[in-house]
């Protein structure tokens, strides 16, 4: 194991197959908008959608009569809608933290996918728990090791650059450990084995993801679209609770979120300086309902 000047950690990782060394290199490269500049309000970087009501003020313009007012009108704007977009996004890591359970300073969490590090950081400020992310993105885990630097959190928080399906961590060694919307691009079987294998007996795992509705039949177009957008693999609702259920993590909560991301995909589209394309898409989804986003809550027995 090595350690690197940002706290990072890093151990040999297993040979990796061809398409997890395309997802390492998809956010290796990945410098989008919509994950930086909401990040850079207050430090917190997530990688996931945001959930609650809109405050719709954000789009009013500026009056201006000038040039230079109607470009200052349109940055003020921007800005409004970022810290928007950003707060909705905070609202879900902190509905997720709140489900973790009765955690203490003492105790361990895992964030499996951890991206740039955000929501480890949710955990530790709201329990004063040790906290580690888990990313196979090299130049994730560095700048979320940074970050925690920066932060002075260090000592508590780390980031480790590791494949989440083997992370070499000690069995029972975790009091909680989660997801957020980075179970799409793993098998589901091997995911909660490992989960189960990391927490302590009574432990909590969560995870909050976008499904593809069971009862809608196949997986939609606009699933489809979605997979191709982020080279993912989105799986149906039910695998979810039979994969649990082989793995030993009971559901003690189940809650739907479609409708309340739907004014977050809302708000974005009409975000011209962060809008990616796949907006539309998303929307279209939850709509048909081909998609589900689902926050799930279950006890490792």
Known sequence: MTITDAGTTTAPVPTQSTYQNRVAEYWNAEENPVNLELGKIDDLYHHHYGVGDVDWSVLDADDGTGLDD????????????????????????????????????????????????????????????????????RKQADFAGEQARRGGIDDKVHYHERDMLDTGSPSGSYAASWN???????????????????????GRYVTITGCYNDAYG??????????????????PRSEYFRAMARNRLVPV????????????????????????????????ACENDSFQYLLIAADRV
């Open 70 to 137: 109607v470009e200052a009108g349109l940055a003020r704007r921007r800005e409004r809608v970022t810290a928007e977009l950003h707060r909705l996004e905070q609202a879900q890591a902190d509905l997720l933290a709140r489900w973790l359970g009765a955690l203490s300073p003492t105790d361990r969490v895992f964030d499996a996918g951890c991206g740039r590090g955000g929501g480890a950081v949710v955990a530790h400020l709201r329990y004063g728990c040790h906290a580690d992310g888990v990313t196979i993105s």
């Open 180 to 202: 957020n919307e980075s179970t799409m691009y793993v098998e589901l079987d091997l995911l909660f084995a490992e989960h189960a294998r990391l927490l302590r007996r009574g």
């Open 253 to 284: 909560h189940v809650q739907d979120l479609t409708a309340d991301t739907v004014p977050y995909w809302e708000l974005r589209k009409q975000a011209d300086h962060l809008v990616t394309g796949i907006e539309d898409t998303f929307l279209a």
């Open 218 to 235: 196949r997986a939609s177009r606009e699933v489809s679209l979605i997979n191709a957008h982020y080279i993912c693999d989105i799986h």
